[in-house]
């Protein structure tokens, strides 16, 4: 099945303890992007990548690394965690050109 | 800089009913544009997109979007809505000219009454 997947589904941690919530699909698209949801704000854009060793900054990029190593992986790292970047994270996947994005399930992150 | 509005956060219908949900956006290039919709504890879904052609663009479970250039306007609309339907509903754009980014809106919460 063509998916997107991301992993966890749920993380709650602590202030500065470093994570990671990974992401990887099996639709050999080039494009992939992180997005976070918070209530009244719709989905803002962290970074986004073209393609395997290419990445750029989305709309609200502070706080937040990628890497893309490989095509199918886009992890995103949170080196040190702060409260507000408590929210809903989705990964998404698409070719380039004109088709629209796959969603993974999202990972909804506390950070206490 | 390309922005979606979805000027209402809650729209409700009785159930049977027609159903609108807004959308416009501003892009410099020519709008690539796309419907999703978000059920509790899901992701998002895609419904419909508009690329070039036909203004009246068909999409999964009855849904159509009607593409308005002159008023920079993608509104959602299904003939008769299904409680079913009830669920929170985005508006994305994308300038033709880059891949790079899909600005979304900021959701419109549709509840369909029975």
């Known amino acids: 099945e063509a998916q997107v997947t991301q992993n966890p589904r749920y993380l709650i941690t602590v202030t500065g303890k470093k994570l990671t919530v990974t992401c990887s699909q099996n639709m050999n698209h080039e494009y992939m992007s992180w997005y976070r949801q918070d209530p009244g704000l719709g989905l803002r854009q962290i970074y986004y990548?073209?393609?395997?060793?290419?990445?750029d900054k989305g709309d609200v990029p502070e706080g937040y690394k990628v890497s893309r190593k490989e095509k199918r992986n886009f992890p995103l790292i949170l080196e040190s965690p702060s409260p507000n970047q408590t929210s809903l994270y989705f990964c998404?996947?698409?070719?380039?050109?004109?088709?629209?994005?796959?969603f993974g399930s999202g990972t909804r992150l506390t950070v206490v | 800089a390309q922005s979606v509005a979805q000027p209402e956060d809650q729209v409700n219908v009785a159930e049977g009913n027609p159903l609108t949900v807004k959308c416009t956006y501003s892009v410099s290039g020519n709008p690539y544009l796309f419907w999703y919709v978000q059920y509790p504890n899901r992701g998002l879904q895609f419904l419909l997109k508009y690329i070039t052609g036909d203004n009246l663009v068909k999409g999964s479970y009855g849904f159509e979007a009607e593409f308005n250039k002159s008023q920079t306007s993608f509104h959602l609309k299904k003939p008769s809505a299904l409680v079913s339907d009830s669920a929170l509903y985005f508006c994305?754009?994308?300038?033709?000219?880059?891949?790079?980014?899909?600005?979304f809106g900021s959701g419109t919460q549709l509840t369909v009454l029975p």
């Open positions: 994305a754009v994308r300038d033709s000219g880059s891949a790079r980014q899909l600005t």
């Open positions: 990548s073209m393609n395997v060793e290419v990445t």
């Open positions: 998404a996947s698409s070719f380039l050109g004109t088709g629209g994005y796959t």
